[in-house]
């Protein structure tokens, strides 16, 4: 054999080799025969015109939510609204969460009730209360009632007028007409005519 004709021969081999070499497409990209490369964490090969892929699963991205990291599929409480890590990204429900309740002087209110503090009006508003801020005017307790600046106190003497001024109750005896009237039972002075 000449070295021509061994040429020859060689060159037909390899255009031989090369015809059998069949080249594969892989979510449209194509590859040679015998090239290695990833889909995501997978390995794949292109073999004879067919993509080989290893089928491991692959880790999903976990989520940061408020400073806190959570692993894809953990569930977890954002106030009153469920939430999950999904991927990477993190999916909560929108339910408006009720609001607190107060406490004001040892008595509950609900959020969103008004009520009074002496002349001031108060409300509840999600767990703190808000109230106006008058200058109220002093009040006298007597007997376990409240009376109002200059209101009339009653009195158990019926011979005795008694009123709240400062926020003190101020007694002094009733000074009864001068006449012979009829003096009706538990009055102190007589109906004069």
Do not use: W
Request: proline share 8%.
């Amino acid at each position: 054999m000449t070295p021509i004709q061994s040429i020859f021969i060689l060159a037909s081999l390899c255009v031989l080799a090369t015809a059998y070499e069949k080249p594969c497409t892989y979510k449209g990209k194509t590859y040679k025969d015998g090239q290695t490369f990833k889909d995501d964490c997978n390995d794949c090969k292109c073999d004879d015109g067919n993509a080989v892929c290893t089928r491991k699963g692959c880790p999903k991205d976990p989520c940061t939510y408020k400073g806190k990291i959570y692993n894809h599929g953990q569930k977890y409480k954002d106030d009153c609204n469920d939430c999950e890590c999904d991927d990477g990204k993190v999916e909560c429900s929108k339910r408006e969460c009720p609001k607190d309740p107060c406490i004001y002087e040892g008595k509950p209110y609900k959020h969103g009730q008004k009520f009074k503090d002496d002349c001031n009006d108060c409300e509840c508003d999600d767990g703190k209360v808000e109230c106006s801020k008058r200058v109220c005017p002093k009040r006298c307790s007597h007997n376990g009632e409240y009376y109002d600046e200059g209101d009339d106190v009653k009195s158990k003497e019926p011979c005795t007028r008694c009123f709240c001024k400062n926020g003190s109750v101020f007694c002094s005896p009733v000074v009864c007409p001068p006449c012979k009237g009829f003096k009706p039972p538990g009055a102190c002075c007589p109906i004069c005519d």
